[in-house]
């Protein structure tokens, strides 16, 4: 009895559709259809990397914003007194993440960003547990940066 030879990726199954429609496309390693050959291939195989990293960005942007605004009345219960001035200072730095993450076209808002979260590890002065959510999305927005060097070069 003879077991059937399996198809390799290049040679596709018979009776299979695999071969019968367009072409596939290149990988991203190569150049593309119709594209400039001198052109070097794209590095991270995005469509649109700048457009990604600006995603990211705003998405890390506008979650802070959230935690800092959901976080108001949960530190007042448990976490003790914190003063209208405390929240102001909370209410300020959630709507200037929110602006910021509006306006992540432009390429200053990466460095406002960060200060955003030197700021917010300042208003740790005011109330310990800002100063550990300040250092939390210090470090993630710290990520944010890397893979933005990484994908951007």
């Known amino acids: 009895m003879t077991t059937p030879e399996r198809p390799t990726p290049e040679q596709p ?21 119709g594209g400039n050959p001198s052109e070097p291939p794209r590095r991270s195989g995005l469509r ?16 802070e914003a959230l935690v800092l605004l959901l976080a108001i009345q949960p530190i007042r ?7 209208g001035t405390a929240i102001g200072v909370v209410v300020a730095l959630a709507v200037a993440a929110v602006v910021l993450a509006g306006m992540m076209r432009r390429s200053w808002t990466w460095h406002a960003g960060t200060v955003l979260q030197g700021l917010l590890i300042l208003a740790g002065l005011l109330h310990w547990s800002l100063f550990v959510l300040g250092v939390i999305f210090a470090l993630v927005w710290g990520y944010a940066l890397h893979v933005r060097r990484v994908i951007l070069g």
Do not use: F, K, N
């Open 77 to 83: 219960v448990v976490g003790g007194d914190l003063s």
């Open 48 to 63: 649109d990397p700048d457009r990604a990293v600006r995603g990211l960005g705003a998405g890390t942007l506008a979650i």
């Open 13 to 33: 199954a018979s009776g299979s559709t695999l071969g019968a429609g367009p072409e596939q496309p290149p990988s991203a390693s190569g150049p593309e259809p």
